[in-house]
């Protein structure tokens, strides 16, 4: 038993030294680990996107991921003072747009780019009388005509 003991001391004066001598390799290590538990949140870490219509027309959009369709092939109807909201899982390469179709005028925008630092969780929108906007910083992404 004395002899577990003597081998697990030596075992931890061992990492005490090389702490000690290579301090770089602690910073190197732990930031090896932030890392890895950053990127295991932002995989499991739930993300919602909300298009709120706040305008006078009602807006027939279709929105999409390379994997996924948002309200299939007839895409969604939604009429003024409603909104389409809808959630995911973020990953590196993730990316949500939609197209619209407005008072006989098609746009089309990103909704959802993983890259993007600024966008909040829920990513929302407003579609008004003028415009395609940003809730977050109140930017016009598109212009329309009512």
Not at 13 to 20: G, T
Not at 44 to 53: D, F, G, L, P, Q
Request: proline share 3%; aromatic share 14%.
């Amino acid at each position: 038993m004395k002899g577990k003991h003597i081998l697990l001391a030596g075992l931890i004066l061992a990492q005490l030294v090389y702490v000690n001598c290579f301090p770089w390799a602690v910073v190197g290590i732990a930031t090896s680990a932030l890392g890895t538990i950053i990127n295991i949140i932002e995989k499991t870490k739930v993300w919602t996107v909300e298009i709120h219509n706040n305008g006078k027309h009602h807006a027939h959009m279709w929105c999409a991921s390379k994997d996924d369709k948002i309200g299939g092939n007839d895409g969604i109807w939604v009429k003024p003072g409603d909104k389409i909201m809808w959630s995911f899982r973020r990953h590196r390469t993730t990316q949500f747009w939609c197209n619209m179709d407005w008072y006989g005028q098609r746009v089309g925008w990103d909704v959802f780019v993983n890259n993007w630092r600024d966008a909040p969780n829920p990513t929302k929108w407003s579609i008004r009388n003028d415009g395609v906007y940003d809730q977050w910083k109140n930017r016009k992404w598109r212009n329309l005509r009512s």
